[in-house]
């Protein structure tokens, strides 16, 4: 069983301060940050490049950097990543020509390798995949936007997920992204999630520690 982790989405921080935003988070208790990379093509929004996440790496050298590639190709920016020091990058098969190859790009740049689910997307789309992942996101809004609500059909998919890590590789971890807040994390931990990230349920907060102490609560931590 993995330890529950939950992370912060900087989509949803004051982008004219993120280094201290992201340094007040990890203060308050997140074990990492979550940086969506939109190329405003694979998704209809513009967000982070490599530098980023370089800067970040500079500024909070010892924090894990979680990078969701919402980007369509992606073997080049898998290589800017990898080089700007991020620990796992993750990408949404449908964005691939060859899922496995890219996988296997990313571990063989020293990172952990994981595929992003999109509500709609098959469960088919992990066949023949598991011994080269280290993570599944699933995606709990349509991806794109900070601040959406959570999809509740995705609880049965995160489900469906758990079983089959069960059934495959029960040290891929499961994360979830979207919509999620202090009055459903627990549920969703429930249906198998194991790893939380959040951009508006906390930087929208008045009190980051307030608000991760809360969260930690409901999951028992």
Same mark, same amino acid.
């Given at each position: 069983?993995?330890?529950?982790?939950?992370?912060?989405?900087?989509?949803?921080?004051?982008?004219? @301060?993120?280094?201290?935003?992201?340094?007040?988070?990890?203060?308050?208790?997140?074990?990492?940050?979550?940086?969506?990379?939109?190329?405003?093509?694979?998704?209809?929004?513009?967000?982070?490049?490599?530098?980023? @996440?370089?800067?970040?790496?500079?500024?909070?050298?010892?924090?894990?950097?979680?990078?969701?590639?919402?980007?369509?190709?992606?073997?080049?920016?898998?290589?800017?990543?990898?080089?700007?020091?991020?620990? !796992?990058?993750?990408?949404?098969?449908?964005?691939?020509?060859?899922?496995?190859?890219?996988?296997? !790009?990313?571990?063989?740049?020293?990172?952990?390798?994981?595929?992003?689910?999109?509500?709609?997307?098959?469960?088919? @789309?992990?066949?023949?995949?598991?011994?080269?992942?280290?993570?599944?996101?699933?995606?709990?809004?349509?991806?794109?936007?900070?601040? !959406?609500?959570?999809?509740?059909?995705?609880?049965?998919?995160?489900?469906?997920?758990?079983?089959?890590?069960?059934?495959?590789?029960?040290?891929?971890?499961?994360?979830?992204?979207?919509?999620?807040?202090?009055?459903?994390?627990?549920?969703?931990?429930?249906?198998?999630?194991?790893?939380?990230?959040?951009?508006?349920?906390?930087?929208? *907060?008045?009190?980051? *520690?307030?608000?991760?102490?809360?969260?930690?609560?409901?999951?028992?931590?």
């Amino acid at each position: 069983m993995h330890d529950l982790i939950i992370s912060a989405s900087i989509l949803s921080a004051d982008m004219g @301060c993120l280094a201290k935003e992201s340094a007040a988070v990890l203060q308050a208790g997140v074990n990492s940050l979550h940086i969506d990379v939109m190329d405003n093509h694979f998704v209809p929004n513009l967000t982070f490049g490599p530098l980023v @996440c370089s800067a970040l790496r500079k500024h909070l050298p010892m924090t894990f950097l979680d990078v969701h590639l919402m980007v369509n190709p992606v073997d080049h920016l898998i290589n800017a990543f990898a080089a700007a020091g991020a620990n !796992q990058i993750i990408f949404h098969p449908e964005a691939s020509t060859n899922v496995v190859k890219n996988l296997k !790009q990313i571990r063989r740049l020293g990172c952990n390798a994981g595929l992003a689910i999109n509500p709609q997307t098959s469960l088919n @789309c992990l066949d023949d995949k598991w011994e080269n992942l280290d993570s599944i996101l699933m995606m709990s809004v349509n991806p794109g936007f900070a601040e !959406q609500h959570f999809i509740p059909e995705v609880l049965n998919k995160i489900s469906s997920v758990k079983q089959l890590l069960s059934t495959h590789n029960p040290t891929i971890r499961l994360s979830v992204d979207g919509g999620i807040k202090k009055n459903n994390i627990a549920e969703i931990a429930k249906a198998g999630a194991d790893t939380f990230i959040l951009g508006s349920g906390i930087f929208n *907060t008045e009190d980051y *520690t307030i608000t991760l102490t809360e969260l930690r609560s409901e999951l028992n931590l």
